[in-house]
């Protein structure tokens, strides 16, 4: 497994592994948007670890419920595969967000809302696409810090900036201005991300 450090490092800090955290659930169509943003024409199929392989050669219905383990994993071995750092990971997350989270249904309900509107509706619109995963959020006026808490290293550091690609998207889609997202502090087992708007 040495072609993906990346991915095997994730794996290794989880109690058991692939099959860790069972219950924290994330829709297909997350990791189906990295996965068929790229070619996977050269990928080395035998050289990654088995589930993955399935993941990637037959992908389940976006409308499945698969576990955030899984689509970390997929993701972290493309990541691996097509020798992305952390920058490229980050814009990589940000392209692929903004196609899962552009499309005709979600841009037409999100561009009616107010940021506040928005901010209002933030934990239902996290159900939408994760399950099982803490989400509190504190707004005052144009700021607000939302809090993701999860077992322990169920998100890579990578993975938590790219979800702050997502927050961003999402607020910038309503009428926002001048959306920023940041991570204030993270540990193991919590994220904290702080949003600001005009």
């Known amino acids: 497994m040495a072609e993906f450090p990346r991915v095997e490092r994730y794996l290794a800090r989880l109690p058991y592994g692939f099959a860790s955290y069972p219950d924290c659930l994330a829709k297909a169509s997350v990791y189906r948007t990295f996965t068929e943003s790229r070619s996977l024409k050269s990928f080395p199929w035998s050289k990654v670890r088995p589930e993955i392989a399935t993941m990637l050669r037959t992908p389940v219905p976006h409308s499945a419920w698969i576990s955030e383990v899984a689509v970390s994993s997929a ?18 997350f940000h392209e692929c967000n903004s196609a899962l989270l552009t499309n005709r249904m979600y841009r037409a309900i999100m561009s009616l809302a107010s940021p506040a509107l928005m901010m209002k509706g933030a934990a ?16 005052e006026g144009n700021e607000a810090h939302i809090t993701l808490r999860f077992p322990p290293f ?4 990578v993975v938590l900036r790219g979800l702050a ?8 889609m309503s009428r926002a201005k001048d959306a920023q997202v940041e991570i204030v502090s993270s540990n193991p087992q919590s994220a904290v991300y702080r949003l600001s708007w005009t």
């Not at 993701?75 to 990589?92: K, S």
């Not at 690609?165 to 910038?172: L, T």
């Open 165 to 172: 690609e997502g927050i961003q998207i999402a607020v910038s």
């Open 75 to 92: 993701i972290l071995a493309l990541t691996d595969h097509y020798g992305y750092d952390d920058e490229e990971t980050v814009r990589w």
């Open 124 to 139: 239902h619109r996290w159900g939408n696409f994760h399950r099982g995963t803490g989400f509190g959020m504190a707004q």
């Open 154 to 157: 169920l998100f890579d550091a």
